[in-house]
């Protein structure tokens, strides 16, 4: 089992900055594959961004050059630097671990287990 913990959500206005930190307890931390989701209200859930056990990294289109993924393996702890806010990126943003051979980890079906969600708001 793997527990996750997110925090760092909160109000920011449009072009600001916020850092999400996914705290990780339980199996190993450095053997899974972490991703960032999003829900908006009224929309599905989509995928964000996500670090391999590797390092290797991944992007939505839509936050490819503002959001950047890092992990800190001595610290269980994975996290999203979020730049350049907009109203649009407004949801509530999940972690969520995973560790499938071959898997591309960009889909939630790839993933085990999730965090319970931290609240972001962009204001205009």
């Known amino acids: 089992q793997v527990q996750l913990v997110e925090s760092g959500g909160g109000l920011v206005q449009a072009g600001g900055s916020l850092r999400l930190s996914c705290a990780a307890s339980g199996r190993t931390f450095s053997e899974y594959n972490m991703g960032w989701f999003r829900q908006a209200p009224g929309k599905e859930r989509e995928f964000v961004a996500r670090?391999?056990?590797?390092?290797?990294?991944y992007y939505a289109g839509f936050v490819r050059g503002r959001f950047t993924i890092s992990r800190d393996n001595a610290k269980n702890t994975v996290y999203l630097q979020m730049n350049s806010l907009k109203p649009e990126d407004t949801a509530v943003y999940y972690c969520?671990?995973?560790?499938?051979?071959?898997?591309?980890?960009?889909?939630?079906?790839?993933?085990?287990?999730w965090g319970q969600g931290t609240q972001v708001t962009v204001s205009s």
């Open positions: 969520a671990a995973g560790n499938r051979i071959g898997a591309a980890m960009t889909r939630g079906d790839e993933f085990d287990y």
């Open positions: 670090i391999m056990w590797s390092s290797s990294t």
